[in-house]
C-alpha cells in the first residue's frame, strides 16, 4: 500500500522562485492537510481540505497556496519563496482522527 | 500560545526499563489525544490514541494514560527497545473543530541506550 507519497523528497529555491509540493493519497480519505515542521519544533498546520474543491487555512497559512480539484491531490503551491519557508513539509490524510503522513518533502531556500 | 506542550525536549532511558514522556494541554475542548512516533527522513506514523471519555488506553508495550482534571496526558513504554529511539509527538483534536484537526506537541526526543 503507498497511503500518502509526497514528491519531491528534497529541493532547493532561490528567494523569489516558485514551486508545486505534490502529494497523492490512495486511501480514499475526504480530509487532507500540509504542515510544516521546523527544527526542533512541532507540526505546525498550513492548510486543509475537507473534500474535492473544499479548502481552509490552518495556523500558518501566509506565503501558501492550496487546490483540491480531486480526492486524491492535495498539491501545496509556494508563489515566492522564502528563506523563512525553509522546513520540512509533511503532508496528511485522515478518515476520522487519525493522520497518515507522508515522508516529507525538506526544503531550503536560499 | 502553545495549546499542547511536551516540556521534556529529551529523554534517555536504559533498554528494558520504562520510558515515561508527558504531554500538558490548555484547551478544554480537546476531546481526543494521539501519540505519533518519528524516525529521522520519515514522516510521523500513529502510535496510540486515547479519547477524552477514558483514562487509560493500552495496546501492548505501550499505554497512554488521560487526567482530564489536570490537562495532563502520558506516555509509557515498557520495556524500553533500542528500536524504539525516535522523536514522538503528542497530538490533540477536538470534535467541534472543522476537519478533524489536529494540534501537536514540539516532541520529546527518546534515546534508548542497550
Known amino acids: 500500500n503507498a497511503g500518502v507519497t509526497q514528491t519531491p523528497k528534497f529541493r532547493i529555491l532561490k528567494i523569489g522562485q516558485s514551486m508545486t509540493l505534490q502529494c497523492t493519497q490512495d486511501?480514499?480519505?475526504?480530509?487532507m492537510y500540509w504542515y510544516r515542521q521546523d527544527p526542533g519544533m512541532g507540526l505546525k498546520l498550513i492548510y486543509y481540505?475537507?473534500?474535492?474543491?473544499?479548502?481552509d487555512k490552518g495556523e500558518v497559512p501566509n506565503g501558501y497556496n492550496v487546490s483540491r480539484s480531486t480526492t486524491e491531490d492535495f498539491p501545496l503551491r509556494l508563489e515566492l519563496a522564502a528563506p523563512s519557508q525553509t522546513s520540512v513539509y509533511f503532508c496528511?490524510?485522515?478518515?476520522?482522527?487519525?493522520?497518515?503522513f507522508g515522508a516529507g518533502t525538506r526544503l531550503s531556500v536560499l | 500560545d502553545q495549546q499542547v506542550k511536551q516540556n521534556s525536549p529529551s529523554l534517555s532511558v536504559q533498554e528494558g526499563r520504562i520510558s515515561i514522556l508527558n504531554c500538558d494541554y490548555t484547551?478544554?475542548?480537546?476531546?481526543?489525544f494521539l501519540w505519533y512516533k518519528k524516525y529521522p527522513a520519515e514522516g510521523p506514523t500513529f502510535l496510540i490514541s486515547?479519547?477524552?471519555?477514558?483514562d487509560k488506553n493500552e495496546d501492548g508495550r505501550f499505554t497512554v494514560f488521560l487526567n482530564k482534571s489536570a490537562k495532563h496526558l502520558s506516555l509509557h513504554i515498557v520495556p524500553s527497545q533500542p528500536g524504539d529511539s525516535a522523536v514522538y509527538f503528542c497530538?490533540?483534536?477536538?470534535?467541534?473543530?472543522?476537519?478533524?484537526?489536529?494540534?501537536f506537541g514540539g516532541g520529546t526526543r527518546v534515546l534508548v541506550k542497550p
Open positions: 496528511a490524510s485522515s478518515h476520522g482522527n487519525i493522520q497518515y
Open positions: 486511501m480514499n480519505h475526504n480530509y
Open positions: 481540505s475537507v473534500g474535492a474543491g473544499i479548502t
Open positions: 484547551n478544554s475542548m480537546f476531546d481526543y
Open positions: 486515547i479519547s477524552s471519555i477514558k
Open positions: 497530538a490533540a483534536s477536538a470534535k467541534i473543530a472543522a476537519g478533524n484537526k489536529l494540534t
